[in-house]
C-alpha cells in the first residue's frame, strides 16, 4: 500500500504594489522618492525667494520692520513652534513604524500629526483674525490702520507676513489632506511587508514644511524684539 505525501501549500508573501510603468519596486521607490525631493528643491527656491525679499526690504526699513514685528505675539509663535517640532516627530515614528510593518500604529502616528497639525492651524487663524480686528491686514483693499509713524513700509511688512505665512499654512493644509487620506490604509494593515513608501514620501513633505517655519518664526517674530516695544493699537 502507497502513501501519498501532501506538500504543505507555500505561503505568498505580499508585499508593495508596483505600478505597471515601473519594472520593479526598487525603481518605482527610486523616481518616487526623487519626485518628491524634486518638488522640494522647487519649494524652498520659492520659499526662499520670499525671505529674500523680506530681507530686502528689512534692510531698507529697519525700524518700521521692527515696529510691526513687535505687534505679533511671540508666545504664540513659540507655542506654534513646538507644537510643529512635536508633530516632526509623531510623522517619524509613524515612518519608523511603517519600516517595521507595524500598520496600526502608523496611523495612529498620522493621526496624532494631523491633531498637531490642526492645533497649529487653529492658533495662526486666532492670530489672523486679531490682525483683521485691529486692520493691519492690508489684504482685498481693506482699511489698514497704523498707529505708528511709516505706514507704507508697515503695510509691506504685514503683506509679506501674510504672504509667507499664508502660503505656509496652506501647505500645512495638503498635508493634512493627503495624512488623512492614508489612514484608512494604515487600520487595513496595508503598511506592511515593506509598503512604506506612502508615509515615506509624506514625511518628507511634512519635515520640509516644519523646516520653512523654523525660518519663519525667527525672522518674523524675534529678530526685532528687542529694538523697539509695539505701539500703541
Request: aromatic content about 16%.
Amino acid at each position: 500500500m502507497s502513501t501519498t505525501a501532501t506538500l504543505p501549500t507555500p505561503t505568498v508573501k505580499k508585499g508593495p504594489v508596483v505600478a505597471h510603468h515601473f519594472d520593479d519596486w526598487n525603481q518605482q521607490y527610486d523616481a518616487c522618492v526623487l519626485g518628491m525631493w524634486a518638488f522640494l528643491v522647487s519649494e524652498v527656491m520659492f520659499f526662499g525667494g520670499a525671505i529674500a525679499v523680506y530681507m530686502i526690504y528689512r534692510w531698507q526699513y529697519p525700524m518700521a520692520f521692527a515696529h510691526a514685528s513687535n505687534t505679533l505675539d511671540p508666545y504664540l509663535g513659540t507655542f506654534n513652534t513646538f507644537i510643529l517640532l512635536t508633530s516632526s516627530l509623531t510623522v517619524a515614528l509613524g515612518v519608523r513604524y511603517a519600516h517595521t510593518g507595524e500598520s496600526r500604529k502608523v496611523g495612529w502616528m498620522l493621526i496624532s500629526t494631523i491633531v498637531l497639525g490642526t492645533a497649529f492651524l487653529g492658533i495662526k487663524m486666532f492670530e489672523y483674525y486679531t490682525k483683521f480686528h485691529h486692520n493691519l491686514a492690508p489684504l482685498l483693499n481693506l482699511p489698514f490702520d497704523w498707529a505708528g509713524e511709516d505706514p507704507g513700509p508697515t503695510k509691506i511688512f504685514f503683506g509679506l507676513y501674510f504672504g509667507m505665512t499664508g502660503i505656509h499654512a496652506l501647505h500645512m493644509i495638503i498635508g493634512v489632506v493627503l495624512m488623512a487620506l492614508y489612514i484608512p490604509a494604515a487600520f487595513r494593515n496595508e503598511y506592511r511587508d515593506g509598503n512604506s513608501l506612502a508615509v515615506e514620501v509624506i514625511g518628507l513633505y511634512w519635515h520640509f514644511v516644519d523646516l520653512v517655519w523654523i525660518f519663519l518664526f525667527p525672522l518674523l517674530y524675534l529678530v526685532d524684539r528687542a529694538i523697539t516695544s509695539p505701539p500703541a493699537l
